[in-house]
């Protein structure tokens, strides 16, 4: 079974692990969940622990967690926090971190907390710089969006942002799944997610500090965080790695999961 609950000191999270061996832990983007790491975890290479959990509030109502006490503070450093926390509960002292989009905020928050922890780094679709003025406008339009029409208008606004045109036109199941996905999360969650968003701070400073491997990964469909900023990040870290994805887009890993598990694996070899 890939699903499981871990019990920690202030709340419970669901996490999907699969493996053994070296731990590989994947944070999801926005507006996820866990379960976007599907075709990592069901494809993991002898000699790997890959896990994966839900980010703070993400995934139904109901879960611990989502309550609006812990999701008032929720923003990416608490979300790493969360993330060492889990590793830690799970005996894993040292990992590669992986995340996408979001996920990658919250990976760059971890490595800049805890650097000791972190073996190697993932950065897929992601950027290190905050938002601009613009984007936290932007921002505060997607809170008074899903509070007013609720998950599924989140949905219908960020489908044709998240997934490239190839697989829009080609993978319908896929935008069917990717709408799944969003709209198992609650209002309140997205609401909060979207808060930590708009307040990340600019990870930029952290690339220089950065010694340990780093693969950087997107796709060049990938419209709402461009190849551009994947450069940028491959030119900051020294010794990293850039590949990018044809025909993927914000969702690589999904959208070209046989590709994106190949970059990933190869790499880590
Ligand atoms: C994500 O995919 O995690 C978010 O769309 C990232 C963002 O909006 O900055």
Same mark, same amino acid.
């Given at each position: 079974?890939?699903?499981?609950?871990?019990?920690?000191? !202030?709340?419970?999270?669901?996490?999907?692990?699969?493996?053994? %061996?070296?731990?590989? @832990?994947?944070?999801?983007?926005?507006?996820?969940?866990?379960?976007?790491?599907?075709?990592?975890? /069901?494809?993991? +290479?002898?000699?790997?622990?890959? @896990?994966?959990? #839900?980010?703070? $509030?993400?995934?139904?109502?109901?879960?611990?967690?989502?309550?609006?006490?812990?999701?008032?503070?929720?923003? @990416? !450093?608490?979300?790493?926090? !969360?993330?060492?926390? /889990?590793?830690t509960h799970l005996d894993i002292d040292r990992a590669v971190?992986? $995340?996408?989009?979001?996920?990658?905020?919250?990976?760059? &928050?971890?490595?800049?907390?805890?650097?000791?922890?972190?073996?190697g780094l993932i950065l897929a679709n992601t950027r290190a710089?905050?938002?601009?003025?613009?984007?936290? &406008? %932007?921002?505060?339009?997607?809170?008074?969006?899903?509070?007013?029409? $609720?998950?599924?208008?989140?949905?219908?606004?960020?489908?044709?942002?998240?997934?490239?045109?190839?697989?829009?036109?080609?993978?319908?199941?896929?935008?069917?799944?990717?709408?799944?996905?969003?709209?198992?999360?609650?209002?309140?969650?997205? &609401?909060?997610?979207?808060? &930590?968003?708009?307040?990340? +701070? #600019?990870?930029?400073?952290?690339?220089?500090?950065?010694?340990?491997?780093?693969?950087?990964?997107?796709? #060049?469909?990938?419209?709402?965080?461009?190849?551009?900023?994947?450069?940028?990040?491959?030119?900051?870290?020294? $010794?990293?790695?850039?590949?990018?994805?044809?025909?993927?887009?914000?969702?690589?890993?999904?959208?070209?999961?046989?590709?994106?598990?190949?970059?990933?694996?190869?790499?880590? #070899?």
């Amino acid at each position: 079974m890939l699903t499981k609950t871990a019990h920690l000191a !202030d709340r419970t999270v669901r996490y999907l692990e699969a493996g053994s %061996g070296r731990a590989l @832990v994947l944070i999801h983007g926005f507006p996820l969940s866990a379960d976007s790491w599907l075709p990592q975890l /069901l494809r993991v +290479p002898p000699g790997w622990r890959v @896990v994966a959990p #839900d980010l703070r $509030g993400f995934r139904g109502a109901g879960a611990v967690g989502s309550d609006d006490a812990a999701l008032d503070h929720a923003t @990416v !450093d608490t979300h790493a926090a !969360d993330v060492l926390a /889990l590793m830690t509960h799970l005996d894993i002292d040292r990992a590669v971190v992986g $995340g996408l989009s979001m996920g990658g905020y919250v990976t760059l &928050a971890l490595v800049r907390r805890a650097p000791a922890r972190v073996s190697g780094l993932i950065l897929a679709n992601t950027r290190a710089g905050a938002d601009s003025e613009q984007g936290r &406008a %932007g921002r505060n339009l997607m809170i008074e969006l899903v509070q007013r029409e $609720g998950p599924p208008a989140v949905a219908r606004e960020m489908l044709p942002k998240l997934l490239g045109a190839t697989s829009t036109r080609e993978q319908p199941d896929l935008v069917d799944a990717v709408r799944l996905l969003i709209e198992a999360n609650t209002t309140a969650g997205i &609401a909060a997610a979207v808060r &930590a968003l708009r307040d990340r +701070p #600019d990870a930029t400073p952290v690339l220089s500090s950065i010694s340990c491997p780093t693969l950087i990964i997107t796709g #060049d469909e990938d419209t709402l965080i461009p190849v551009s900023e994947s450069e940028a990040m491959h030119r900051a870290i020294r $010794g990293s790695t850039l590949i990018i994805l044809p025909r993927a887009g914000h969702l690589s890993n999904l959208e070209s999961p046989q590709a994106f598990n190949q970059a990933i694996w190869d790499w880590s #070899d």
